[in-house]
């Protein structure tokens, strides 16, 4: 007699809603971190606010150390903006696709860039692009700068 019982696991997810669960942990994990990084970051410029006591000089490093602190604080919220950004286009179904090429973002890219919109090859065009547009405009404006 042959046995008909076969031993075969089903797989409730299909490759592409397991990529999309990947994804969707990867990005929530960031924005955690930077929603974290922020938190503290503002918490500590605020109870940073003494400046009495301070020479000139001590003065000017305190304000370069401020304007630092600002910077980063306004990267690290358009970082989670764009995170947040991520999210919608997950949920609509366009996160982790090319917006130029159509293909798949590679897994490594989007673990670095979370946000990243391009796959390297179109990225990299993308700036080349940017690049000659920002050298031909500076060139085709300068002239205007000048004119009596």
């Known amino acids: 007699m042959r046995s008909s019982t076969t031993t075969a696991v089903a797989n409730p997810l299909n490759g592409s809603q ?4 990947t994804l969707q942990a990867m990005l929530q994990d960031r924005q955690r971190e930077m929603h974290a990084l922020l938190q503290h970051r ?3 410029a605020s109870a ?3 400046d009495e006591g301070l ?3 001590e003065h000017a490093e305190a304000d370069i150390q401020e304007h ?3 910077a980063l604080i306004q990267l690290r919220g358009d970082i989670l903006q764009r995170i947040r950004e991520a999210l919608v286009r997950l949920e609509a ?4 696709d090319c917006a130029d090429c159509g293909c798949e973002i590679s897994e490594k890219r989007l673990q ?9 090859g179109c990225e990299s065009a993308h700036e080349e692009g940017t690049a000659i547009d920002r050298k031909f405009g500076l060139r ?3 002239p205007l700068l000048f004119a009596p």
Not at 18 to 21: E, K, T
Not at 112 to 120: G, S, W
């Open 140 to 142: 085709l404006s300068a």
């Open 55 to 57: 020479d000139e000089s």
């Open 18 to 21: 397991l990529r999309h669960q």
């Open 48 to 50: 940073d606010g003494s």
């Open 93 to 96: 179904g366009e996160y982790g």
């Open 68 to 70: 630092i602190a600002v």
């Open 112 to 120: 670095a860039l979370p946000f990243a919109l391009r796959c390297t």
């Open 42 to 44: 503002l918490l500590q």
